[in-house]
T-cell receptor, first 115, second 115 residues
Framework: GAVVSQHPSRVICKSGTSVKIECRSL??????MFWYRQFPKQSLMLMAT?????????EQGVEKDKFLINHASLTLSTLTVTSAHPEDSSFYIC???????????FGPGTRLTVL | AQKVTQAQTEISVVEKEDVTLDCVYE???????LFWYKQPPSGELVFLIR??????QNEISGRYSWNFQKSTSSFNFTITASQVVDSAVYFC????????????FGTGTRLQVTL
């Protein structure tokens, strides 16, 4: 149990376009989802925490207008990178937790490349 | 504020050697969780262990063992008889015990096991 999926696994886009990444909890209801970003050879940095039905809480330095997060249901959260630029190229990983599963379960990640 | 320090950036060992990955943490919480994750080249995080701050017993799982020393705020990870498949980046992480607790990751240790 506790499987989290992400789609797409890899995306390449042109500068200026918007990209949506989906994070789904497949076998449990995720009351909280987290979005992380990992640059090459660096650690995972938390971008934002989202609770189902409410606005996401962004970490300091993360632009909320650029990284739109929606957690509309207990099994789905989306991260939209708006007007992506090459510096947004990174590995984006989501995780999910619930009232009954206090630890975070991680998705396989999405590698975004902006040309 | 929470902080996790992994002082070893890269470690290179020959197969069958034992290797210890160090992790030192800082937190003001009285209860917390400590984690170790493995990140192979594919990028997906692999959960290895979660330790509650109340439980200072060392744990062994096959070739893996963990040494939790609350007195020195350390949670070290030892791989016995390392194998090439152990080559990966290993992250130590810390969180509170609530369902929406943030995970704070260390900078990771890249382990290279060669023949």
């Amino acid at each position: 149990g506790a499987v989290v999926s992400q789609h797409p696994s890899r995306v390449i886009c042109k500068s200026g376009t918007s990209v949506k990444i989906e994070c789904r909890s497949l076998d449990f209801q995720a009351t909280t989802m987290f979005w992380y970003r990992q640059f090459p050879k660096q650690s995972l940095m938390l971008m934002a925490t989202s609770n189902e039905g409410s606005k996401a809480t962004y970490e300091q330095g993360v632009e909320k207008d650029k990284f739109l997060i929606n957690h509309a249901s207990l099994t789905l959260s989306t991260l939209t990178v708006t007007s992506a630029h090459p510096e947004d190229s990174s590995f984006y990983i989501c995780s999910a937790s619930s009232t009954y599963k206090s630890e975070q379960f991680f998705g396989p990640g999405t590698r975004l490349t902006v040309l | 504020a929470q902080k996790v320090t992994q002082a070893q950036t890269e470690i290179s060992v020959v197969e069958k050697e034992d290797v210890t990955l160090d992790c030192v943490y800082e937190t003001r919480d009285t209860t917390y969780y400590l984690f170790w994750y493995k990140q192979p080249p594919s990028g997906e995080l692999v959960f290895l262990i979660r330790r509650n701050s109340f439980d200072e017993q060392n744990e062994i799982s096959g070739r893996y063992s963990w040494n939790f020393q609350k007195s020195t705020s350390s949670f070290n990870f030892t791989i016995t008889a390392s194998q090439v498949v152990d080559s990966a980046v290993y992250f130590c992480a810390l969180s509170g015990t609530g369902t929406a607790s943030k995970l704070t990751f260390g900078t990771g240790t890249r382990l290279q096991v060669t023949l």
